[in-house]
């Protein structure tokens, strides 16, 4: 930084070099951040007879020392407004107080949050977030990795989700030079492993008493044998006379149904020509929708909605090149109704009778990252809940491209690293010779996704809970600089900076 001495200096040569007579009036003019911010006067706050006796003070030493006349350089000096300029200083002394005050705050915050995260005491139940160099060791050099990648990736490698900050487990193998597996180098298996534990579903859970096994079971025993449109319908339709209403069979009576009704005799409505949407309102919605009646706390919304977690990615084309770009639309969101929080998106890529597997690339990549943006968001909205909780909060992506569905989870293996997996895969049931086998592999994994939202229902809640009840236990990033505490905008809750948070997509 220029001193106000070195300033005239420069300021007297520029003069020199001109052959033109200096000014003060005309020096203060031309360097009024060296005059009014990077100045130290003798009183702060100044007042204008203070300001006005320190720059002539000073502008008439540098003339001495270049013996340079005074009398002609201060002709001028009435007509700089002093009081006008004495105001900007003490403004601008003003505004560096209040910097150093939220400075010094912020520091003492944020040391605060790191002892309290020592602290923390877990009901027996580990804290990955305390325990990074436990279970990533090079946590730190991983986090180095992915930025020097995301910097040097050619046009190329803008499909890797690692140029977004996004571990790629779904589509990574050893010996392929994907940038997980570079930015992982001797790490892959040991990530990989804890992102593993963290997206296992525990066997026994269960939606509507029954876990996905007993309702895969269920179908296969009543449609076993059967491989006539007739014969599928017929053994649907009788079992239905033999359950209650609102039972879990009752309900995985009912997406059976949804796939029956794509059949007409000889004709198959699923492996017609037909569009996306057609195929998404005539297949899938009612599918989907008689999945989830199990869920009231559940809301989903169909149709290109936009997503809360990417507003600022405002894609509002609908074209078909640019709905398939990373943007906020997404053909359903399923969000979470007390927190209001987007906890699992589905895209459909393309008509299923059209192959297009870059449409399909396009739309896994918008879906990692939009579930990047949604956890975030959670991270966001319950930094003060239990971090073990929150670790265990992974949104659910799913994807379908040509009669085959992927279900998809975004975790935490250390707080800051992201990474997609992919958990499930099933074809979609269309030729009825193979109902038997496809439509059981689907309502097996339709049960497992609805096990995983209904987790995820309950560990918001426990959020929830958390954040009522112990506010001393607080999620604070000290290994990164993805997120950062703001003001709170309501009471009791301490929100993230969701703009901060977006900052690397």
């Keep these: 930084m220029t001193n106000l001495l070195e300033g005239i200096e420069l300021y007297l040569d520029k003069c020199k070099k001109q052959d033109s007579i200096p000014s003060l009036l005309k020096f203060v003019s031309a360097n009024k951040k060296l005059v009014i911010a990077e100045t130290e006067y003798p009183a702060s706050p100044c007042v204008w007879k203070d300001v006005k006796q320190f720059l ?49 705050t912020a520091n003492q915050m944020l040391d605060e949050a790191i002892q309290k995260l020592k602290d923390v005491i877990e ?102 044998g059967k491989s006539s449109v007739s014969e599928i319908k017929r053994a649907i339709d009788e079992s239905k006379t033999l359950t209650e209403k609102g039972s879990w069979e009752h309900t ?32 899938l919605y009612p599918l989907l929708r008689r999945l989830l009646r199990g869920c009231p706390q559940l809301e989903t919304m169909w149709g ?37 929080l987007e906890i699992a998106i589905l895209e459909v890529s393309g008509s299923p009778a059209v192959p297009n597997y870059k449409h399909f690339l396009d739309d896994r990549q918008k879906l990692a990252i939009n579930l990047k943006k949604m956890y975030k968001k959670i991270l966001a909205t319950y930094s003060n809940a239990n971090p073990a909780t929150l670790s265990r909060l992974s949104p659910i992506g799913i994807q379908v491209y040509q009669h085959k569905l992927y279900v998809y989870q975004m975790a935490m293996p250390s707080f800051g690293l992201f990474a997609f997996k ?8 269309t030729k009825p010779a193979r109902a038997a086998n496809d439509l059981a592999h689907l309502v097996g994994t339709l049960w497992k996704l609805a096990v995983l939202l209904t987790a995820l229902d309950g560990r918001l809640m426990e959020c929830g809970a958390d954040f009522d009840s112990d506010e001393e236990q607080t999620l604070t990033d000290i290994s990164s600089a993805d997120c950062s505490p703001v003001k709170k905008s309501r009471p009791k809750r301490r929100k993230l900076n969701e703009a901060t948070l977006l900052e690397d997509e």
């Excluded at 990615?313 to 074209?319: E, F, H, P, T």
Aim: glycine letters at 2%; aromatic letters at 6%.
């Design 422 to 429: 992919t958990i499930a895969t099933t074809n979609m049931p």
């Design 304 to 340: 290109e909605a936009s997503l809360a977690a990417s507003q600022e990615m405002n894609n509002r084309k609908l074209d078909d090149h640019d709905r398939r770009s990373n943007g906020a639309n997404i053909d359903m969101i399923v969000t979470h109704e007390p927190s209001s």
């Design 56 to 104: 002539v003070f000073k502008f008439k030493k540098a003339l001495q020392l270049n013996k340079i006349d005074a009398k002609d350089s201060l002709l001028d000096i009435n007509d700089i407004d002093w009081a006008a300029l004495a105001d900007e200083i003490n403004e601008h002394y003003r505004k560096s107080l209040v910097k150093k005050a939220i400075d010094q």
């Design 123 to 224: 009901d027996k139940e580990k804290n990955p977030f305390l325990v990074d160099k436990a279970q990533v060791p090079n946590y730190l050099m991983i986090r180095e990795n992915i930025r020097k990648f995301k910097l040097k990736a050619s046009k190329e490698e803008s499909m890797d989700l690692v140029t977004h900050g996004i571990l790629d487990f779904a589509n990574v193998k050893a010996s392929k030079e994907t940038g997980t597996v570079q930015c992982l180098g001797d790490d892959l298996k040991l990530v990989l492993s804890r992102v593993k534990e963290l997206t296992a579903m525990d066997e026994s859970a269960t939606y509507l008493e029954a876990t996905p096994n007993q309702a895969k079971a269920f179908i296969t025993k009543t449609v076993r």
């Design 252 to 283: 995985v009576l009912k997406l059976a149904t949804a796939y029956t009704k794509q059949l007409h005799g000889v004709s198959n409505d699923l492996e017609r020509k037909q569009t996306e949407y057609n195929y998404i309102m005539s297949f």
